[in-house]
T-cell receptor, first 116, second 111 residues
Framework: GAGVSQSPSNKVTEKGKDVELRCDPI?????LYWYRQRLGQGLEFLIY????????KSGLPSDRFSAERTGESVSTLTIQRTQQEDSAVYLC??????????????FGEGSRLTVL | AQSVSQHNHHVILSEAASLELGCNYS??????LFWYVQYPGQHLQLLLK??????LVKGIKGFEAEFIKSKFSFNLRKPSVQWSDTAEYFC?????????FGQGTRLTINP
């Protein structure tokens, strides 16, 4: 499809397990963001990839969280030793070059993570 | 640090009422401002954006927003709301690089 694709759409896991979330951005989009949205709350910035620059990881809440991106394609967000407070919808968004130039992020539908 | 505040968490209006949702940002330099909307069951989409020039910007579906630099504000307005405007609205600001969102305002329009 032409949009941002995220998988899985829903993930239920047990506390202490590792999870991996995947984001497939729109082809040609160099910028990619991960956000977290807890129930009833706003979007919490996690990490930002822009081309070949070093990612901005300033939003990652702990060292249990990590993300990778291969070139300008797929990104994976990994959460190790999941905790109940990690339960949220994880949103991925991509944009063409920098938002400074185009100004529009295209969002995926999110991956809903539930940690039991 | 860059931040965005939306003071209205939940707004309930009747159809045809006028709407104004508040948004304040904190960032010392040049900033780009956005409003995104999330309709029930759908993903986030851009409503309007401000980069420079005319501080009054118009977006889709009759929405507009005014950038007031002295107040660090970018409030969203619509003169007459419709039931279909029921959604969650997010203000966002981009300073040096990353785009930071406010906590969102849930708008409920009663028919």
């Amino acid at each position: 499809g032409a949009g941002v694709s995220q998988s899985p759409s829903n993930k239920v896991t047990e506390k202490g397990k590792d999870v991996e979330l995947r984001c497939d951005p729109i082809s040609g989009h160099t910028a990619l963001y991960w956000y977290r949205q807890r129930l009833g709350q706003g979007l919490e910035f996690l990490i930002y990839f822009q081309g070949n620059s070093a990612p901005d990881k300033s939003g990652l809440p702990s060292d249990r969280f990590s993300a990778e991106r291969t070139g300008e394609s797929v990104s994976t967000l990994t959460i190790q030793r999941t905790q109940q407070e990690d339960s949220a919808v994880y949103l991925c968004a991509s944009s063409l070059d920098r938002p400074l130039i185009v100004g529009e992020l295209f969002f995926g539908e999110g991956s809903r993570l539930t940690v039991l | 640090a860059q931040s965005v505040s939306q003071h209205n968490h939940h707004v309930i209006l009747s159809e045809a009422a006028s709407l104004e949702l508040g948004c304040n940002y904190s960032y010392g330099g040049t900033v780009n401002l956005f409003w995104y909307v999330q309709y029930p069951g759908q993903h986030l989409q851009l409503l309007l954006k401000y980069f420079s020039g005319d501080p009054l910007v118009k977006g889709i579906k009759g929405f507009e927003a005014e950038f007031i630099k002295s107040k660090f504000s970018f409030n969203l307005r619509k003169p007459s709301v419709q039931w279909s405007d029921t959604a969650e609205y997010f203000c966002a600001a981009q300073g040096a690089q990353k785009l930071v969102f406010g906590q969102g305002t849930r708008l409920t329009i009663n028919p």
